[in-house]
Each structure stands twice: as C-alpha cells, then as structure tokens.
C-alpha cells in the first residue's frame, strides 16, 4: 500500500533517462566542436567532489565506452586540508569506479588564511594555488588533457563578472592553453546547465563533498551575478538564453577594439557588406541551446 505507484516510477525513470541522454549529447558535442579529446589521450578529471565534477566524470565514464576514438581517464582529487574536509569519502567512491585516481593533498587552506586578511574573498588566491597543485600533478601522472568541471553557468555569469567589475569581454575559455604552457586544460560541460546537473546528482546520488568548508562567503560578486541571472531567467524566460548563444556569434566590426578588427584601414569597397551599418539584428535565438533544432548555425 505505501509503494510507490508504477505509474510514477516509469515517469521518474523516463525523465532521469531524458536527462542522461541530454547531458551525454552536450558534452559530446562540446567534445567535438572544440575538438576537447583526441585518440589515446590520457585525461585528468579534477574531482572535488561537488556536483559539477561528479557529473563530469560520470558523463565522460560513459562517453568513453562509445566513444569513436579511445582514451584514457584519470580522477584526481585535491584535499587542500579544509577544516572538517570528510577524507573518506571520495577515494571510497572513486575505488568503487574501478578507474585510476590519485589523491593529492597540499595544504593550501593554510597559506590562504595566513595571507588573506580575516573577512576577505580567498577564492581567487585558492584558485592560483589550486591550479599550481593540478598542472603539476598532470605533469607527474602523464596528463594530456585536464579535464574541468565548469559548465553554462559559470560561463555566464564570469562574462558578467569580466564586464561589470573587470571591464573586459570576456568569458570561460571550453579549451586553452594553461598557465604555465604545458597543459591543455578542457571543460566538457560547457553547454551544460547546471540545473541539470544538480538533477542529475540527485538521481545518481553522488556523496557530494560541500564547497563551502572554507566559510561562506554568500557576498561574492559571484553569487550575485548568479542571483542576478536567475532572477532575470525568471521575468524574462529565455533572456539568460540569447545571453549564451551571443558568446557564438562575436563581431568584431561593431565592437570597439582595434586590436581584433583593422578600423584604420578600412575602406569602402562598392560592394555591399553582410553585417553593414546594422547596429541590432533581431535574430529569433530565443530559448536556443547547442544541439537543440533551433541553434544559430556557427
């Protein structure tokens, strides 16, 4: 009497396959556009064990056993040595996989609150550090390709960030070059929105590690780019959208920077040009997504 109707259990069953097969084609995708993956290489999945990289690994797991070329994958996770840090927890997981991982841990929790003042943003000191840990750990294990797990969102919303606080165009790069020159550093997720992988970790259950053992800082420029997103994703469904599919269609002619579009010189040629003196082009992007039928052609 108290289990729980069939009905409703093929529903649930139905849509948590729905969105497997929606993640595993946009990361497929993000492979293939940006050419992420190659045969034989060997790729270092950075797990923290949220649900963003739990994701990752997860959707690559699954890509490699159809995957058209070969390769190998790696899981590495950093114990940066976070107060109250539940050790256990991801080599237990990640043995239970039966692929390779290593643990690594370096106490950068430390050097960050000595050199950050008491009430300051740590995040990106703990990045740099972070990153330093990772590309030398690839380097070690034989990496080719170091696998991250950011998705739509944080693209967003560090476009945003760039725009308002650094005055920049720019955003999160699906692939370049590291740091120090000697890694190539991908993130798979990159058309993936992160409502759906916070569903996707609920319907696999991943022991998800908090990413706040640092302390909470709710009043980062972050988090309020993401409030601001969410909060125009609600008045205005679909904006957030057209946000995105922007990010494919860049042109330079119309933007200011003399460095990316040859405005001295400049000559008028008799023929007409494509993109001309429009200054808006009211294109019907609305509620597009890569791999979906109605995708701005790139």
């Not at 108290?2 to 259990?9: G, I, S, T």
């Not at 797990?149 to 945003?160: P, Q």
């Not at 409502?195 to 259950?205: F, T």
Request: net charge positive; aromatic share 8%; proline share 6%.
């Amino acid at each position: 009497m108290n289990a729980p109707e069939p009905k409703r259990v093929r529903k649930q069953a139905f849509e948590a396959n729905k969105l497997l097969k929606r993640l595993r084609r946009l990361v497929g995708q993000a492979i293939a556009d940006y050419n992420m993956i190659r045969a034989g290489d060997r790729v270092m999945v950075c797990v923290s064990g949220g649900k963003d990289s739990h994701g990752l690994l997860d959707i690559l797991m699954r890509l490699r056993g159809h995957a058209p070329r070969a390769f190998e994958i790696i899981a590495v996770n950093l114990d940066q040595r976070h107060p109250g840090y539940p050790e256990h927890v991801l080599p237990e997981y990640l043995a239970g996989l039966g692929i390779p991982y290593r643990l690594v841990v370096q106490d950068t929790h430390s050097v960050v609150k000595r050199v950050i003042p008491e009430g300051k943003t740590m995040c990106s000191l703990c990045s740099r550090l972070r990153r330093g840990v990772l590309y030398r750990v690839a380097k070690e294990i034989g990496a080719t390709r170091i696998a991250l797990g950011h998705h739509r969102d944080d693209i967003l919303e560090t476009f945003f960030l760039n725009l308002f606080f650094g005055g920049r165009l720019k955003a999160m790069s699906p692939k370049l070059v590291s740091d120090d020159g000697h890694n190539v550093v991908i993130r798979p997720l990159a058309y993936v929105r992160e409502r759906d992988l916070e569903a996707y970790a609920k319907v696999r259950a991943f022991p998800i590690i908090p990413c706040n053992l640092c302390g909470s800082q709710e009043n980062l420029q972050r988090q309020q780019v993401k409030a601001m997103l969410r909060e125009w994703e609600k008045r205005f469904p679909g904006r957030v959208e057209t946000i995105f599919n922007a990010l494919f269609h860049v042109t330079p002619s119309h933007l200011l920077d003399a460095d990316l579009f040859d405005f001295r010189g400049l000559q008028a040629t008799g023929q007409a040009s494509v993109e001309g003196d429009v200054a808006f082009d009211e294109a019907p992007f609305l509620g597009a997504e890569p791999g979906e039928e109605n995708q701005p052609a790139r």
